[in-house]
T-cell receptor, first 114, second 114 residues
Framework: DAGVIQSPRHEVTEMGQEVTLRCKPISGHNSLFWYRQTMMRGLELLIYFNNNVPIDDSGMPEDRFSAKMPNASFSTLKIQPSEPRDSAVYFCASSLRGPNEKLFFGSGTQLSVL | SQQGEEDPQALSIQEGENATMNCSYK?????LQWYRQNSGRGLVHLIL?????REKHSGRLRVTLDTSKKSSSLLITASRAADTASYFC??????????????FGKGTKLSVIP
């Protein structure tokens, strides 16, 4: 299995632009997570899907952030409009059945908003 | 909010020495996990210990869990330069939004000097 696949690996954009991050979880995994990592705040859970349904989006910072999982093999995280404070590494992770099991992480998307 | 906190924040040792990292958490848990992150990469799962377990081994890794003290330790024996990475503990905690979240500490940065 190729593991969790994220794209793009790096994204540089200007303030106000829309950014879309993509994730393909491991086949057969029912749970998908989006995390954000910064030096100041560490790793923060943004949203968690189970069987393609958002279970917990309490970590989504504000309405500028949205996430979708249209099917079991694809998820997107969108930021519109982007701001410099959104600069971070965004990780997607998946697990077989939920947050109580081991998570498999993608390589992350390094986002820089200028 | 951070559920787990690692100590120390940074640790530098000579190759061959043992490295011990500690994690303290605040609320009751179902399990505790340890992850490693190499610079610029995603997190990799190392070991999961359940709340009814006290000790677990995996190769050169030994994890202990003391639920009465709400703490865990990760011991890496006979360290190698390749063990240089950041190490995170993660605990499942009720998010208050109807589900459990896997929340991460800010990590211990381990440097193993050849």
């Amino acid at each position: 299995d190729a593991g969790v696949i994220q794209s793009p690996r790096h994204e540089v954009t200007e303030m106000g632009q829309e950014v879309t991050l993509r994730c393909k979880p491991i086949s057969g995994h029912n749970s998908l997570f989006w995390y954000r990592q910064t030096m100041m705040r560490g790793l923060e859970l943004l949203i968690y899907f189970n069987n393609n349904v958002p279970i917990d989006d309490s970590g989504m910072p504000e309405d500028r952030f949205s996430a979708k999982m249209p099917n079991a093999s694809f998820s997107t995280l969108k930021i519109q409009p982007s701001e410099p404070r959104d600069s971070a590494v965004y990780f997607c992770a998946s697990s077989l059945r939920g947050p109580n099991e081991k998570l498999f992480f993608g390589s992350g998307t390094q986002l820089s908003v200028l | 909010s951070q559920q787990g906190e690692e100590d120390p924040q940074a640790l530098s040792i000579q190759e061959g020495e043992n490295a011990t990292m500690n994690c303290s958490y605040k609320t009751s848990i179902n399990n505790l996990q340890w992850y490693r992150q190499n610079s610029g990469r995603g997190l990799v799962h190392l070991i999961l210990i359940r709340s009814n377990e006290r000790e677990k081994h995996s190769g050169r890794l030994r994890v202990t869990l003391d639920t009465s003290k709400k703490s865990s330790s990760l011991l890496i024996t006979a360290s190698r330069a390749a063990d240089t990475a950041s190490y995170f503990c993660a605990t499942d905690a009720y998010s208050g939004a109807g589900s459990y979240q896997l929340t991460f500490g800010k990590g211990t940065k381990l440097s193993v000097i050849p």
